[in-house]
């Protein structure tokens, strides 16, 4: 699949700095799309002479032009001449082909070098907005163009990375003069200001004033927030005012260096930050349930110790240790989903310490080596959970039988591919027979949770070389 990043490689014209800049432009080119009602068209030259489309955005507020996917192909034969002028030249040009208008726009961040080309591109159908609207995003498009084109946008400082939620320009949008004052607002942006308590806003409104009488109710403002309403910052903030929540982003408008104006956009976000802080709720009860489980079955796997200690039949202390031990087992995966917060585990350090925690209580004064090969991968936390108990089975199986009196080197290797998961334990102890498998209580656990739990199959096997080999297939079922 071609990628900027290919594309300009593929050129091989570019520094890195240049490139870098490319790249700012295409990470934010959304607001002039949207308000130009055009697609755009990043064109590179190749060292070969080539013109190749090296990315495209469609706008949001209009029918796209393009509906192939054209990046990595060469630009089209009926504008390639008016493509090349503009590399050769470094000056703006327009054509309209078959009904369709090509503006090409020089990227000169440094005089005399051309970068690259922005074609925006637009249905040659006339006005489709009101004549109002139709002024204020001409002005808006053409100030963004000649920024575009002199290297001033995106700004040096703007954030590059944007909060879920971030306004276009169609959820709202409200043109600045360069004092601040209000030329335009959309329908949209008047909405959001009026579920603020802001009534009335006519052309002229100095917009910080009215949004510091709001703010001087609100619980917290964001000190970003007199800069970007005065459209004299890049960057993005909320306004919180009766329980309504609208984030802005405000855009510099700039020729060669001088203010001329800014683009605020704006849009409630009101339900979207509720679900937000709803799902942190719910994080943060989840992360509590684990880490009361968790505290619970380590209470329980004391006692069971302790009571294992009491015991005087040797099959009794047995089982109870092996109770306690499976109970443990499983407050370490609860004790990790606590830790994260999340619904699935790093089950990679969760095996690691729950191997090492099995071979060490199983030895009986031998020495137990244990390797660890491969990958689990993220594993959520039904699955993890018997999957913890029948790898723990299977070790410390390994261990007691397999390892019986001698010392030994155990040996677990894990292949992730997707959703299915492989592992095979292998350890160098006395070995089974052909055909041969345990009848105890543990054996029968690890059985049905794999087949049950784990969507999977089990075997055991003797090794080329003694010992035992035991094969775990499993699926990981994913949650939606």
Partial sequence: ?????????QAGTLNSDEAEHLHHLAGDWHPLADISFSDLFLIVRTRDNRYIIAAHTRPATAATVEVEDVVGSKVPASTEAKVA?????????????????YDLVPITPEPGRVIAV????????????????QTNYTAITEALLGMISRGEYPAEHAPTSFRHGTPRVSDGLIHLDENGRMLYASPNAISAFHRLGIRRLLPGTVLAERITEIAEHSNSVDEMLPLVVMGKGNWVTEVEARGVVVSLRAIELKDRGVRTGAMLLCRDVTELRRSERELMTKDAMIREINHRVKNNLQTVSALLRLQARRATDAGAKQSLDDAQRRIYTISM??????RTGADSVDFDETFARLMRLAAGVAATGQKVTTRFEGSFGKVHAEAATSLAVVLNEIVTNAVEHGLKGRDGTITVRAERDDDQLDVVIVDDGVGIKEGERGSGLGTQIVETMVKSDLLGSISWNPGEDGGTVVRVHAQIRRRD
Avoid: K
């Fill in 333 to 338: 995966v609860h004790e990790a989903l606590a």
């Fill in 118 to 133: 922005l074609s925006v591109v637009t249905w040659g159908r006339g006005d489709r907005v009101p004549d109002q609207v």
């Fill in 85 to 101: 002028e503009c590399f050769e030249t470094g000056e703006r040009m327009s054509i309209v082909v078959t009904g369709i208008r």
């Fill in 1 to 9: 699949m071609p990628t900027l990043s290919n594309m300009i490689n």
